[in-house]
T-cell receptor, first 109, second 115 residues
């Protein structure tokens, strides 16, 4: 059974701080890795994708991938109250796209 | 640009009834997925398809069936609805180049209640 694990949280950070979200996966054959943001009652929205080891930056977001450790992370710099949501890690391999349970992030003004 | 369209948005079913959740995408994506999301939980993969005529089971396929006769459409069939199938259902699609998943885009979801 392929698994994707995340801390369920809630993770609470003050406005302007860095939020760090982590994810581990079980399938060594996984090839693609994604972070989605989901607001309550809404559908998931893609915020980052990463396919190779290392860091990928997009604005305030940085995704980090370490395939040897089977570990993916998302850093959110200068966190804003509007970043408060559930963040879902997803891992893909040959069509199969598995999600973690999500980490609920709360950014306090 | 429509993206991924799911219908209906809401539905109440009685135990034992059947229904089909419709999903269509206009992005010419190869890969399509059906997920269910229970309250406070993550997304569980029900079925997925890597192209027309090809479907495969995900983590929680029992009680569901799918078909993929065209690239655009990926309907999900519930036979003999049970209260355990009360959930929010999401359809998604992605390009899926070189045998690898690429970014998936989601429909608005269908909130299903079985009573």
């Amino acid at each position: 059974q392929k698994e994707v694990e995340q801390n369920s949280g809630p993770l609470s950070v003050p406005e302007g701080a860095i939020a760090s979200l982590n994810c581990t996966y079980s399938d060594r054959g996984s090839q693609s890795f994604f972070w989605y943001r989901q607001y309550s009652g809404k559908s998931p929205e893609l915020i980052m994708s990463i396919y190779s080891n290392g860091d990928k930056e997009d604005g305030r977001f940085t995704a980090q991938l370490n395939k040897a450790s089977q570990y993916v992370s998302l850093l959110i710099r200068d966190s804003q109250p509007s970043d408060s949501a559930t963040y879902l890690c997803a891992v893909g391999s040959q069509g199969n796209l598995i999600f973690g349970k999500g980490t609920k992030l709360s950014v306090k003004p | 640009n429509a993206g991924v369209t799911q219908t209906p948005k809401f539905r109440i079913l009685k135990i034992g009834q059947s229904m089909t959740l419709q999903c269509t995408q206009d992005m010419n994506h190869n890969y399509m997925y059906w997920y269910r999301q229970d309250p406070g939980m993550g997304l569980k993969l029900i079925y997925y398809s890597v192209g027309a005529g090809i479907t495969d089971k995900g983590e929680v396929p029992n009680g569901y069936n799918v078909s993929r006769s065209t690239t655009e459409d990926f309907p999900l069939r519930l036979e003999l609805a049970a209260p355990s199938q009360t959930s929010v259902y999401f359809c998604a699609s992605s390009y899926g180049g070189r045998g690898s998943n690429t970014e998936a885009f989601f429909g608005q979801g269908t909130r299903l209640t079985v009573v």
